[in-house]
Each structure stands twice: as C-alpha cells, then as structure tokens.
C-alpha cells in the first residue's frame, strides 16, 4: 500500500527480495502480489527469499481459491552463506548473511564499472559507427596497419562513478560483515533499540542506534541510513542524534523519503 502511496510503479518490479520470514518482513506481500495481479500483471515475477515463503503464498492462493496472472519464480537462500542472488550486466546482488533470531540475509547491491561515455562533441564528421561503437568499449581506434587513429581519451568522458548500497535488517552487532560492506556507498542498517535499552537489542537480536552507527564507521561506508525503530519510540530524534555521535553522516529512513548515495 506504501508503494502505491508514494506512487511508485509496481508493474515495474521484477525482483522482490525477502531477508527473512518474521512477519513485519513479508506480511505485505500478498497484498502486493494481488495489487499486480489486478494491474494484468504479466511479466513473470522473481522472489528471493528463504525456504517456506513458497509455501506460505501457496498456501494463501490455495485456500482464497484464488490464482494469479503472472508466474512467481522463487529463489531460495541458504542465509548462512554469502550467495550471489541476481547478477546481469550492470549490477550483482549478494546475500549479506546477518545474526538475528531466525535465519536472516542482508542484500549488498553492486553496480558494476560502467563504460566510459561518447563525447558528442568530440566527435568529427565521417567517423564510422564501428569505431564509435569501439570507443565506446573503452578502446583506442586503429586503421588495418595499425596506426593510431582515435585516442580513446580525445573522445569520451569518465565513466560514472558505480555505486553500492547494502541493506542490513534485522540484525544484532555482526563484526562478520565489516569486511564484506567495507566502503560502499550507502548502508541500510536497523536501529530497533537505543543503547539504553541494550539488553534488549541482544535478547531480540537487533541493534542499537550506536551499534548501526559503528557499524558505519568501521566499515568506512559513505552515508548510514537508520530505520526499523521499535513502535516505543515516539521521537525519532534521539536514535538519529545517538546514531550521530559516532557517524555523523546518518539519516532516519523514512518511508517516502530520497537518498542520493554517498552523500
Ligand atoms: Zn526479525
């Protein structure tokens, strides 16, 4: 319903990525998958979670005597292991394998290094389209001796930048991941609790606001964003300020609101 709120297109999704099977974690889902079928969803759609949410939607089509438009092709995750997800030629999705109370994954999205960019400008009348398509690759052009015609430089423009994002919910302080998240981009990472209701953060398996923000800090990421706040919190600002001592380039994510990565 939030997707809707915001406006967001849900034909478009195609991928749905599920970290592990409480229910604040997928309970959703079926309104979704409805919301798409009523849409004359076609496409078919790919879910990654871990074994038993097949089951668990099967079971709701079975007993609502219901079945829907499109195909729902599920992919299992074993949670314990860093398993590659998705990958195609412009990015990879990787399991970030979490400590909480059931069985739970994170999700590190990579773009991979994007080609370099045509400089319209740069470009002179008669040149051939198999040499802007070999520029475009990264490559110097050369006649059939060998000799340099087109320095790959004179014609295009850096590549840009690649951009990672890690998403890390729910989890208790998981020293394991430091090395797998180091320096990316953006990191999601759950603040349930305050430091002052720690020992609540370790009963549950979930983190403090302080626990997220080092996290941040020693995995030299660029920008923490915050969020998964127990329902006790009234004010978000003291998580964020907490959160703030120790990394100062942290948010609250709130739904509906827009990140740039990094910065
Ligand atoms: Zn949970």
Redesign the pocket.
């Known amino acids: 319903m939030q997707l809707i709120r915001y406006q967001l297109p849900i034909h478009k999704i195609d991928h749905i990525f599920i970290s ?1 099977l ?1 229910g ?2 997928y309970l959703g889902l079926m309104g979704l998958l409805f919301s798409m079928h009523l849409q004359r969803r076609t496409n078919d759609l790919h879910l990654y979670s871990q074994k038993g949410l097949d089951e668990i939607i099967l079971l709701q089509l079975k007993y609502s005597k219901s079945s829907l438009n499109f195909t729902i092709i599920f992919h299992t995750f074993d949670a314990s292991l860093i398993q590659v997800l998705y990958e195609d030629e412009a990015l990879t999705i990787d399991t970030i394998p979490l400590i ?3 069985e ?1 994954a994170g999700f590190l999205f990579r773009e991979k290094p994007k080609p370099r960019k045509i400089n319209k400008e740069k470009l002179k009348e008669g040149m051939l389209l198999q040499h802007i398509a070999l520029l475009k690759t990264g490559a110097d052009v050369h006649d059939e001796k060998g000799n340099l015609l087109y320095l790959n430089s004179d014609y295009t423009l850096p590549a840009q930048t690649s951009l990672s994002y890690a998403f890390c919910s ?1 989890t208790a302080w998981n020293e394991k991941m430091i090395e797998q998240i180091r320096g990316i981009n953006l990191l999601y990472h759950e603040a349930t609790f305050m430091e002052e209701e720690k020992d609540k953060a370790q009963e549950t398996r ?1 983190s403090t606001a302080a626990e997220a923000a080092e996290m941040a800090l020693r995995s030299r990421v660029q920008k923490l964003l915050i969020g998964h706040f127990s329902a006790r919190y009234r004010e978000l600002e003291p998580l964020l300020l907490e959160a703030r001592e120790v990394f100062a380039n942290t948010e609250l994510a709130i739904e509906g609101s827009t990140f740039e990565g990094g910065t």
């Open positions: 592990h409480h604040d974690h909480h109370k059931l739970c729910d979930h």
